[in-house]
C-alpha cells in the first residue's frame, strides 16, 4: 500500500520507470500462441482465480465485494480477465492478506491486484505484471491537529508519523519527509486509522486515493494535508506466483487495455478525485 507536479494518473503507456520495480528480473513477455483466450495454465482449469485482501475498501473495491465489478482494482482485474479471454461468470476471487501476498511460495491464486508496489525485493520472491497504475503518497492529519497545518515536508519532520507494515508508505516517509524518529508502524490498516481517531500519532502516510477514501468515510474529522512523490515512483502490478506461467499474458493483457484506451477509462472513473489533493515538496 502505499505521488505531485504530474497529476496523480500516469498510465502504463506513460510510464518509463516506477517505484524500485524494474531490475528487468520479471521476464513480462507472452506470444500469441502462449496467452490463447481461455485457455491458460489457471490454478483452476476454465476459471480465472484472482486474489485480495479483506476487507476490501474504496476506491479500489465497492461495498467490499470484489466480484460485483464496482471499484478501480475490480474493474481492472474484470478488464484483465476479460482480455485473457475469461467472462465474468468464469472469474473466482479468494482472500489474501496484504503481507502474505508477496511472501515466497506457491500461490493458490492465478494474480492478485491490492495496491501491490512493485519493488525489487518483492520480485525476489514473487512475479509482477506490467504496471497498471503510478500512485502518489499522501499525509493524512486530524483537522485541529499542528500537521494539519503543514505546506511542505519540511513542516512534518517533528510530527509523529503512522504507516501501515509491509507497505512502501514507510520507506516513503523516511527518504522524503527525513522525520527525526521513525514513523510508528501498524500492522494492518484498521490499526493506523485507529491510532489516528485516538491520537496516539499526528499523521498518517498512506497512498492517495487510500487516503481520500480515509478522510471522507473513516476518520471525515482529518483532512488531506497533502500529496507527495515516492522514491522512483509508485507503480502497483498484478502480482504472480514466482515464474508463473501466465505473468507474461497478463502483462500483455494490460498493455492491450492501455494501447486500447480502456485502462485510462476505468482509471479516470474510479480514481480521478485524487488529483486535487496539494503538493508538498
Known amino acids: 500500500m502505499k505521488k505531485l507536479a504530474l497529476p496523480l494518473i500516469v498510465l502504463v503507456a506513460f510510464v518509463a520507470a516506477g517505484c524500485g520495480s524494474s ?14 483466450p481461455g485457455q491458460l495454465a489457471t490454478e483452476r482449469q476454465g476459471v480465472l482465480t484472482i486474489a485480495t485482501d479483506k476487507p476490501a475498501y474504496p476506491p479500489y473495491f465497492e461495498d467490499e465485494d470484489p466480484t460485483n465489478g464496482e471499484g478501480f482494482e475490480s474493474a481492472v482485474a474484470y478488464a484483465i480477465a476479460k482480455q485473457l479471454g475469461y467472462p465474468k461468470d468464469k472469474v473466482e476471487w479468494t482472500v489474501e492478506s496484504f503481507n502474505s501476498s508477496f511472501a515466497p511460495g506457491p500461490k493458490d491464486f492465478d494474480f492478485d ?3 501491490i508496489s512493485i519493488t525489487p525485493v518483492r520480485e525476489k520472491a514473487v512475479d509482477f505484471s506490467a504496471p497498471y497504475y503510478t500512485a502518489n503518497q499522501a499525509v493524512v492529519a486530524l483537522k485541529d491537529s499542528e500537521a494539519a497545518g503543514a505546506t511542505s ?16 508508505s514507510l520507506e516513503a516517509a523516511e527518504e ?9 508502524v501498524f500492522n494492518n490498516s484498521n490499526d493506523v486509522v485507529q491510532a489516528l481517531k485516538n491520537e496516539q500519532i499526528d499523521a498518517v502516510v498512506v497512498d492517495l486515493p487510500t487516503a481520500l477514501y480515509l478522510t471522507a468515510v473513516q476518520v471525515p474529522q482529518a483532512a488531506v494535508v497533502g500529496q507527495f512523490s515516492a522514491p522512483g515512483g ?4 498484478a502480482l504472480l506466483e514466482k515464474d508463473s506461467e501466465l505473468t507474461g499474458c497478463v502483462s500483455e493483457a494490460i498493455e492491450e487495455l492501455s494501447e486500447s484506451g480502456e485502462l485510462e477509462k476505468i482509471t479516470q472513473r474510479w480514481m480521478s478525485k485524487a488529483a486535487g489533493a496539494p503538493e508538498l515538496s
Not at 528487468?24 to 513477455?29: A, I, K, L, V
Not at 509508485?234 to 502490478?237: A, L, P, S, V, Y
Open 23 to 36: 531490475d528487468d528480473s520479471t521476464d513480462t513477455s507472452a506470444t500469441a500462441s502462449s496467452c490463447k
Open 113 to 115: 491486484v491490492n495496491q
Open 153 to 168: 515536508l519540511a513542516d512534518l519532520q517533528d510530527a509523529d508519523l503512522g504507516v501501515q507494515i509491509g507497505t512502501t
Open 176 to 184: 522524503e519527509i527525513e522525520p527525526s524518529s521513525r514513523p510508528e
Open 234 to 237: 509508485d507503480q502497483w502490478g
